[in-house]
């Protein structure tokens, strides 16, 4: 079965950093490109950044390009998502969530592209 758990969410100032983690059980990274959505109270859950499985390349939304990073750490089946000079509009809970196919430079900000989701987590910035 496949699992994902995020962790690493919570309150920050304005100007501060997370690391969030997203930990997979039941598939590798080698199956499963991977995904980082964010849903803010009253707003559409929107893509953040995804990660391909197939060549490694990274795709990030205009609005957290230079501060927010994606990466794999193969030895523990788990992705990060670095935020850096976080801003009270980054507010919203995060999903990791898994893709077994598809083209992530043209769907991986897509939220229905993916199959798996985790349960989420909070990130809360204050000005």
């Known amino acids: 079965e496949v699992q994902l758990v995020e962790s690493g969410g919570g309150l920050v100032l304005a100007g501060g950093s997370l690391r969030l983690s997203c930990a997979a059980s039941?598939?590798?990274?080698?199956?499963?490109?991977i995904g980082w959505l964010r849903q803010a109270p009253g707003k559409e859950r929107e893509g953040v950044s995804c990660?391909?499985?197939?060549?490694?390349?990274?795709y990030y939304a205009d609005s957290v390009k230079g501060r927010f990073t994606i990466a794999f750490d193969n030895t523990e089946n788990t992705v990060y998502l670095q935020m850096n000079n976080l801003k009270p509009e980054d507010t919203a809970v995060y999903y990791c969530?898994?893709?077994?196919?598809?083209?992530?430079?043209?769907?991986?900000?897509?939220?229905?592209?993916?199959?798996?989701w985790g349960q989420g987590t909070q990130v809360t910035v204050s000005s």
């Open positions: 039941g598939f590798t990274f080698d199956d499963y490109n």
């Open positions: 990660i391909s499985r197939s060549d490694g390349s990274t």
């Open positions: 969530a898994a893709d077994r196919g598809g083209n992530m430079r043209v769907y991986g900000l897509d939220p229905y592209e993916y199959e798996h």
